[in-house]
């Protein structure tokens, strides 16, 4: 019987007895036989069971081979694999993690005694600190063989393992305290290893673990000092976790004879400039022992604690000063020059305690701080048609990749332009393109419809079909069919437009498209738009509506005396009326509603019902009331399918949306807030959110309602990209003119008081941009005032806003606002804020 036939009898067959046997007889060129049919097979028509994880050990020249067909974690029969270890062992076994894994470790020690395998030490960590499961009792697990506590067990501290881990009331942690406490192993080397372990860059989980059993030994003033160095060496490792543990193990003996300050201080240097307060404040606790300690030391400790002023913490910053102030030289010129370099930060009462350590002892004088301009978020630029045919076929390959919000505006107008100048060979370099479009099928939105524009064009155009549009044509449908009864107003809208410049190239007319941008990131001139329409006036056509509304729409209101005039020298009445949306600024007031022009929607604070298992979990949010109609007229408008389009549009086409009507982008942000921003618990799309804010804040227009609150749930935002680019924002609008500062603070406000987010992500933020400008300072104040002024009860850190609002106070030399007299008086009887609101009344 051939090799192949009798291992599918033996498979098939499940003849168990017979499969030892058979392997033992395979010759090398079998053995690869039979690998073959295994990965055939395995998964596919066969599924593992015994005799394919025997066969597969047996038949698998390396680890990696084997890994690769096994199934990874299989429960195999032990007395088989002994009956076959008897005659054969792969080379590689005592390597083979995830087959060794299966079996209990006194097994596999015996397996080694027998001289079957040799372990590897990584393997032998794992597969003791994996034992505790085990049906063996911990005395035989630790005692059956000595090479567990010679050796294995240190390898715990050598190697990441699963030492973590703990099952049935046993763990590591008690095990290795049991045998140091009964002499079984060395104490001085446990706390040596384990400190090896840590610095030994292991997992996060891993260190902490290890630091814990260093602090679960409980080791003496002696032992700490014996293992000091060994102890400075973690404050240079990045998971700053293990900080505050180290610390708080050798602050009792810093001021002991042996202990070495100079070594001790040189490797925390750094850490004062970490933000994490229990680190900060147990180093200024150890810095004010030293220095109380040693006068040699003082200056080294003024030096070292002064990050602590870029800290925004009121208290760390007050502690850090109060030191300094004592132990510090205020006529040291070293001193005094190093303090300067963080005049900008330090915070008001941490100033008052270190009045004499500034130049010449006099009080500093808050200046105006003039070191910070505001610059425009975005400079828009030029867009430059499209001048050659090669220039056109790059650009179409471009049009699918989200790159620039305009390339498809341009598209459209250099294909109406070069409509009838492609030759055929032009249609080949467009291949790459049509089988992008194709891909498109299956997406919806605009990319979807896009596709279909260009497919359909390529079949009107091109003479002998290629197959890619033979296969386009039967996987999309015709242009005029795309739009369906469900499909969102403004896809409607969009494809209406996109059948208007189908006309045009099918009629072969080479008139412009109106509502092409000229400027990045969606604007047009009224002088290009009336260049554009002087043509229409020529040939006496009429632009296609959506394409004329959409120009109107995304015409830059400025100079708008010039414009006018030069519109009337340029175009008769009947064309000159085109452009009465952009010259009447109360054209749209009688026509479309005033929430939805002005972008001031209702908005309701609620709760919302989140279902996990078997609990109901509800959270606060904020629903922006859009209503919708549900039908059109004929003769609607763009705005009208606009303005009715909050259901079924993807967020990837929002800034596309966005830029159709950038005057009118009330709805659109609504529905992105509502969809993404509704929580402070559950927030989607971050990305996505980026990248609309950034959209919208490149359009450099003013915030409508609807875009300070969208601002506000940045500002709450539990990633620190969103939240620090909504920062970004506030700090370059705060200090313009038409940025209302107040209205996004009662929005904030009105938000923490329902306790939609926590107040420390605002606080946080808003800390590290405090003596930016003296201009920031004022807004920012009134933004403070606002806020609180919108608080009706002592919410959870609320302390944190007051000292921010005392900071600011401080800052501008102002006095507290009449509106939140009467809040301080009633917050005033909560213990914890009755020290801060009586700093506050008495500033």
Known sequence: MLIEEEFRAIYLNYKIKEIVPFLEKLTQKDKKEVAAILKNNINKEWGHNNISVLATLVCSKTKNEYEKISPGYYSMPVNIIDELFETYVPEWIGECHLFLSEFEYIKVLEWEQKGYLKLNDHISALLLSSSLVSSYTLEEILFTYPVTIDSHIWLLFEHESNVTYHSHGRNWKEILKTLVQDNKIERSKVLKSSLNAINSNFSKENNTWFLELLIYLKPTDMEIIALQEELFVVFYSLQYSLFSGILKMVSPVITQDGFKTEEFLQAIASLMTLTTKNIVNALLQILEKIAKNSKEFHEEVCFLLMPVFLNKDKALQTKGAKILAQYGDPKSIKIQKELMLYTGSILSDARTLLTNFFVEHEILQKKEIQNYEISSWYLSEPIAPIETVDDFIFLASQIFNNNETYHFDLFLDALVRFNDGFKEEDFNKLEPVFKAALKRKEVGGLHHLWATFLINYGLLKQTKKSQVLQDACLALPTLENWSEKKTPFIFKAYHQFLLGIFELLKQNKKLPVLSVPDHTPCWITIHSLVDKLRIYQQYNEQPISFDWEIAMLRAIRENLEQAEQYAKEQLNEKYFELLKPVFDQNYFKDQYKKEFLEGNFDWELGYRKVYKWNNTEEIPQILISVENQKELSENATFLDYLFNSYHG???????????????????????????????????????????????????????????????????????????????????????????RVQELGVMIGKKINFEWAPVKRFTDGLSGFINLSTSHNQAFEKLLISILSAIEKPVFNLKKLLELYYELLNQNQTKVDKTIVSLLIEWEKENNLKKIIHQIKNQ
């Open 649 to 739: 549009v993807y967020d990837n086409d929002l800034i596309h949306i966005l830029y159709l009507a950038p005057y009118f982008s009330g709805s659109v942000v609504a529905k992105k807030h509502n969809e993404d921003l509704s929580n402070a618990v559950y927030q989607y799309d971050i990305k996505g959110n980026v990248r609309f804010l950034d959209a919208w804040m490149k359009l450099n227009l003013s915030f409508q309602p609807v875009h300070y609150l969208f601002l506000s749930a940045g500002l709450f935002n539990k990633d620190k990209t969103f939240s620090g680019m909504a920062f970004e924002v506030l700090v370059n609008k705060a200090v313009s003119e038409d940025f």
